[in-house]
């Protein structure tokens, strides 16, 4: 499968050049130079030996089920310890199951939880709120590959594990980044108002902003498309409007707690390889013929981390 | 209504406090000081002067009328001259109407044209195609506000009469970036294969990497959802694999040439008002008490530029 994006337009056929309406004011344009082939993306997966990729975790890895399909969810547990347990015990006792996804705001997010907030679900063993653990010591992170590409928010990013995510060597933290796909943890005001009963996931631009605000406890990564398309809630904040709008979550388990057969058998590509070194660089300066500019840079949220699934 | 993405969670309410589960590993964790308040973006928008808006030009604006609703694109005539008078053409003749939406790409784009390579429609008095216009001399833009926060695909970004937009001075050549909501025109290899037939709304995190490689020609200024939330096309590249998944075109109209009682009346914040200072200035720098941490950067993509409804 050819990943560039828009090189497979074969509707441009020239079929005859008429004149322009003579409104139109001739522009000055000269062709861009054609830059030298290289490889793509898909040539840099293509090449990818197998230990460059990674299984997911059963044990760090949610299947969020709702009438459209299957969300997999990867929790950090580097990054959000005491979160990430509590949402696995949230898990295990099926809190979330019979919930709902209650809003979607256009590029922005998706988020689920307790619909019914005068007479909320009780919690069996796990916590309803937390202190917010919105950054890290870095010293937890053990495995930070740093893109050498600058960033507007942060002193030093790259990819923890998988995880696009941050640091800052002056104050000796570390933080997951908010890109597509995140997923992080509902709060009220207070920083230790929030515990995973409600969570969202990032379905638009990448609101940065929120870094080091809000406890991020993981991404998805198979089912965006699933959150993404939702209808919007026409709400504030693009909560649905009516309980009969929510979409209701079947069940959230944890992979590991699955029968094997029922698995979702995915691998990522190790953000730490060689491999997906060579495909940052074949995003950071794509090669011709399509592309007539090689952009010398990538953001963080537009480095792609690849994702498979693997027969059992 | 508040802004404000995640501050309305009032689901949080504190139960009781049980105890972790004891595989969790306590973190240290300090609460952030609290960011003293200060305006919001809703507030700087509340503040704002009729005379920081501009209605949009009805000879610059487009309806994309598609069964769920109207899609309310804004031309940039400046940035483009050639397809925009093209694709004006294009509108005229009636071209889109009964065309297509053909492609949906998660976290890519949405793209429209016609859906029938084999026999393409006849084109009357347009162009099919036209040379690129992937930028322009820096001197044709005449009110461009550069926003002081470092881009990494730029040496300047900010916006050009509500364009996100960049420029370069070595080159002296300025162009509009991809954001969300972006449109421009999908193009075959050759640089001078597109000419508007086929165009593309950004559904997802800024693909800044094609700036300069493909013509912008302008963006959705309303109804962005309608775009986002259509089913993803499961062929490669996310088109539709099958004929009837396309999303039919009603019709494409220059807004000047539908009656007044019809249009959809917007109103744009001007991108070199005060006003909007405030705005870029309130999402750069949040203050509490939700927000524990002031971003003090904002992307150009994650610049919100309001748009408002207005009584005819």
């Not at 019914?116 to 590959?145: W, Y």
Request: proline content about 9%; some cysteine.
């Amino acid at each position: 499968m050819r990943l560039h994006p828009l090189s497979g337009l074969t509707m441009a056929t020239v079929l005859g050049l008429a004149q322009l309406p003579a409104h139109a004011a001739p522009a000055q344009i000269k062709a861009p130079a054609e830059l030298p082939a290289k490889a793509s993306v898909a040539d840099a997966i293509k090449a990818s030996a197998p230990s460059d990729w990674r299984p997911l975790d059963p044990d760090n890895t949610l299947y969020l089920d709702i009438p459209a399909g299957r969300v997999v969810l990867e929790l950090a547990p580097e990054f959000a310890p005491q979160h990430v347990t509590n949402i696995k015990a949230l898990v295990a006792e099926q809190y979330y199951d019979g919930l709902a996804i209650t809003r979607a705001q256009d590029n922005w997010v998706v988020q689920w939880g307790d619909p019914n907030e005068k007479s909320p679900k009780p919690i069996l063993h796990a916590q309803r709120t937390l202190p917010g653990e919105f950054t890290v010591p870095m010293t937890k992170i053990t495995n930070f590959t740093r893109l050498p590409d600058a960033d507007g928010y942060a002193p030093q990013v790259g990819h923890s594990n998988g995880f696009p995510s941050a640091r800052d060597p002056k104050s000796g933290t570390a933080w997951l980044t908010h890109c597509y796909a995140t997923v992080g943890v509902g709060r009220d005001v207070g920083s230790d108002s929030g515990g995973g009963t409600e969570l969202y996931a990032v379905i638009g631009q990448s609101p940065r902003h929120l870094d080091r605000d809000i406890t991020v406890v993981g991404r998805v990564v198979a089912g965006m498309a699933l959150l993404s398309t939702l209808p919007r809630g026409t709400a504030p904040m693009g909560f649905y409007d009516s309980p009969g709008k929510n979409v209701p979550i079947k069940a959230i388990r944890l992979a590991a707690s699955v029968p094997f057969a029922q698995r979702t058998n995915l691998e990522v590509m190790r953000t730490d390889s060689a491999a997906y070194q060579a495909v940052l660089e074949a995003q950071r300066n794509r090669g011709g013929p399509w592309s007539k500019v090689a952009a010398g840079h990538i953001d963080l949220c537009n480095a792609p981390i690849p994702v498979r699934e693997v027969a059992k």
